[in-house]
């Protein structure tokens, strides 16, 4: 539950009515989801500006969110699961992962106005790993391993989960609170699956939450860079470079039009999506 500043409570808003999670396939009268119209100077607030920004990248989002659990996943393939088609190689689980992660990115923008919490994030995991895991949204009560390392995560508490998340939150810099949260949902594997995916969707809701920008993992270094990083991490408990890295490459600021630093540097590809 969360209270407003007239101390009225509020629930997360649901997903739309009818085909739960879908998105408008008509924006503005042109028949691409893709597209947002365009916003007039001043009109808008920065958090209102980072939702068109992401409703703009909204493909480009659900294809490098998606890669995070779904290797060589291309673009193209993003887009026709998106439209409703099902590229003919495509993996049931691949298509169900996009598709669960659309309902994911709508219920995202249905909630910007609110702060993220626990009900939010157990909300985001139910959302990605709804018919994909037994029991998605719980906080894990069980010990889990993790492929790569030695280090094994305790079993969480809620008392100790919530602490966590308001000392991540309670940052100055809001950058520091969203990339914070991804990396302690991340390294204390909080929900039994699809921990990478629920503290993305996290760190995108503190971003635009925010009005500073979206966060996106880039696909090229997945398999090697981030996880190197990501495994770093985990056995050291040493925050500062990865939180450093991901401020470089996944942090895309609404002051530079949604690009990352290792973008405009020219360290990271711009998709021509983008």
């Not at 409703?84 to 992660?101: E, Q, Y």
Request: charged share 25%; net charge negative.
């Amino acid at each position: 539950m969360t209270m407003d500043a007239n101390n009225r409570s509020h629930r997360p808003a649901g997903l739309p009515q009818g085909v739960a999670g879908t998105f408008d396939t008509t924006v503005s009268g042109v028949d691409d989801a893709d597209v947002a119209p365009p916003m007039g100077a001043g009109a808008v607030s920065n958090a209102e500006a980072c939702v068109n920004l992401a409703k703009r990248r909204t493909i480009d989002l659900l294809w490098k969110t998606a890669s995070i659990e779904v290797r060589g996943l291309t673009f193209p393939d993003t887009r026709d699961v998106f439209k409703g088609i099902t590229p003919g190689d495509a993996r049931a689980r691949d298509v169900m992962v996009l598709n669960n992660l659309k309902h994911a990115w709508q219920f995202l923008f249905d909630n910007t106005d609110w702060p993220v919490d626990w009900q939010y994030l157990s909300e985001y995991n139910r959302l990605v790993g709804d018919g994909l895991e037994p029991s998605p949204g719980r906080l894990r009560n069980d010990m889990v391993t993790i492929g790569g390392t030695r280090y094994v995560p305790p079993v969480p508490s809620y008392d100790g989960v919530r602490d966590q998340i308001g000392k991540d939150l309670g940052l100055d810099d809001p950058e520091d609170r969203a990339l914070n949260l991804f990396a302690s949902i991340s390294r204390g594997q909080w929900f039994s699956n699809g921990n990478k995916r629920t503290s993305a969707m996290a760190a995108n809701h503190c971003l635009i939450h925010d009005g500073v920008g979206i966060f996106a993992l880039p696909p090229e270094r997945m398999d090697d860079e981030f996880r190197d990083r990501l495994i770093g991490f985990y056995e050291s408990d040493d925050r500062g470079p990865f939180i450093d890295w991901l401020k470089y490459h996944a942090v895309g600021r609404l002051v530079d039009n949604g690009l990352t630093s290792a973008q405009k540097n020219g360290d990271d590809p711009i998709h021509d999506d983008m």
